[in-house]
């Protein structure tokens, strides 16, 4: 597609309950990266990809969320038994590469809004 | 570690006022800098960028210049319209290399509102 597509754009679950969120880079960008946009917070840092490896996962707030990337293109970002604090939008961004001045730049996506009742 | 402190929104004005959203920010070695701005309904989006000290990033009327004495990077525009209504978001990525390269540390975002 023209852009980085995230889905679904809305999701609603019940505390304890897992949820997976998708999303699909921009064709042809290496660099996949995963924000968290919470109210008053700002964007956190989740986790990066290059290709289907994973070098920097420092953002992850807890064991209960994972990510993987499969065929160097679509990424699920996967939140176990969601707690309330978990509620935020989940954005995703892509570029042509990690490195290099011009090839940085990072395309997001439109997120995905997770609310945890 | 690294951080970005923007000015507290919200911000009203009105058109064709002008704009100051004040970022500072706290980062070992020589980080780049970034504008990003998200539009209702729309994903973030760059809007302009400094890469090394007394750069001056400008694009669709907005300017920002790196201050590497005063750890700032203030977004300014002259005369803002009500289409610039939007969040924006102050942002630096390390330049460490490796495999952080791309990975930006965002302020807490300003919610911009222009009246007609």
């Known amino acids: 597609g023209a852009g980085v597509s995230q889905s679904p754009s809305n999701k609603v679950t019940e505390k304890g309950k897992d949820v997976e969120l998708r999303c699909d880079p921009i064709s042809g960008h290496t660099a996949l990266y995963w924000y968290r946009q919470s109210l008053g917070q700002g964007l956190e840092f989740l986790i990066y990809f290059q290709g289907n490896s994973a070098p920097d996962k420092s953002g992850l707030p807890s064991d209960r969320f994972s990510a993987e990337r499969t065929g160097g293109s679509v990424s699920t970002l996967t939140i176990q038994r969601t707690q309330q604090e978990d509620s935020a939008v989940y954005l995703c961004?892509?570029?042509?590469?990690?490195?290099?001045?011009?090839?940085?730049?990072?395309?997001f996506g439109s997120g995905t809004q997770l609310s945890v009742l | 570690g690294d951080s970005v402190t923007q000015m507290e929104g919200p911000v009203t004005l009105s058109e064709e006022a002008c704009l100051t959203i004040n970022c500072t920010y706290t980062a070992t070695g020589y980080p780049s800098l970034f504008w990003y701005v998200q539009y209702p309904g729309e994903g973030l989006q760059l809007l302009l960028k400094a890469t090394k000290a007394d750069d001056k990033g400008s694009n669709k009327g907005f300017e920002a210049t790196y201050r590497k004495e005063t750890t700032s990077f203030h977004l300014e525009k002259g005369s803002v319209q009500v289409s610039d209504s939007a969040v924006y978001f102050c942002a630096l990525r390390t330049n460490a290399g490796g495999t952080s390269y791309g990975k930006l540390t965002f302020g807490q975002g300003t919610i911009l509102t222009v009246h007609p």
């Open positions: 961004a892509s570029s042509l590469s990690a490195t290099g001045t011009t090839n940085e730049k990072l395309f």
